[in-house]
T-cell receptor
Framework: GENVEQHPSTLSVQEGDSAVIKCTYSDSASNYFPWYKQELGKRPQLIIDIRSNVGEKKDQRIAVTLNKTAKHFSLHITETQPEDSAVYFCAASRASGTYKYIFGTGTRLKVLA | NAGVTQTPKFQVLKTGQSMTLQCAQDMNHNSMYWYRQDPGMGLRLIYYSASEGTTDKGEVPNGYNVSRLNKREFSLRLESAAPSQTSVYFC???????????????FGEGSRLTVL
């Protein structure tokens, strides 16, 4: 079946350093890859997404890269700040009339001041 | 504009009891979803509804039923609750994919269910 693997499960970085979270997916028909951030006790919220027709997308301090051949995609956060501390989820989906997302298991990022 | 509203926020059940989680969205979205979140397991799709009148199974549908009552409302029912169903449940909605819509999921605040 469809599967999304996410690594690492926990990540600690010093404030100002970069953080990278990696995901691999199994369904070769997947063509939409969003990332969600969930702060403690809150709901997940979309922070960035990428479609399969591009290899990289950037929004200020966050970027996502996609390698369709290898079925890998990654989230990059630069100049990390304490407010970046949260759980991050990747997901993969076929971009059809309804997205049926399969999520990764999440990465708990801790930014140490 | 409330977005996605779930009720109840907290519930404690005994094994074998039944209950319904309610979800409503006011964003005129076509698609609605129910997820469960467990430590170390991420968000797993239980059921989803592409449009009013249709529902489909997700990754973990066993032990659950759903009803898409109208475009706004999508309920999740546990007929005979089991301890394995202790979890945080999230309802979500998304617009139909198109040139403008990205398919972003808008989540409710979550419902924490404990089955004893």
């Amino acid at each position: 079946g469809e599967n999304v693997e996410q690594h690492p499960s926990t990540l600690s970085v010093q404030e100002g350093d970069s953080a990278v979270i990696k995901c691999t997916y199994s369904d070769s028909a997947s063509n939409y890859f969003p990332w969600y951030k969930q702060e403690l006790g809150k709901r997940p919220q979309l922070i960035i997404d990428i479609r399969s027709n591009v290899g990289e997308k950037k929004d200020q301090r966050i970027a996502v890269t996609l390698n369709k051949t290898a079925k890998h995609f990654s989230l990059h956060i630069t100049e990390t700040q304490p407010e970046d501390s949260a759980v991050y989820f990747c997901a993969a989906s076929r971009a059809s009339g309804t997205y049926k997302y399969i999520f990764g298991t999440g990465t708990r990022l801790k930014v140490l001041a | 504009n409330a977005g996605v509203t779930q009720t109840p926020k907290f519930q404690v059940l005994k094994t074998g009891q039944s209950m319904t989680l309610q979800c409503a969205q006011d964003m005129n979205h076509n698609s609605m979803y129910w997820y469960r979140q467990d430590p170390g397991m991420g968000l797993r799709l239980i059921y989803y509804s592409a449009s009013e009148g249709t529902t489909d199974k997700g990754e973990v549908p066993n032990g659950y039923n759903v009803s898409r009552l109208n475009k706004r409302e999508f309920s999740l029912r546990l007929e005979s609750a089991a301890p394995s169903q202790t979890s945080v449940y999230f309802c979500a909605s998304s617009p139909r994919v198109g040139p403008v819509n990205t398919g972003e999921l808008f989540f409710g605040e979550g419902s924490r269910l404990t089955v004893l």
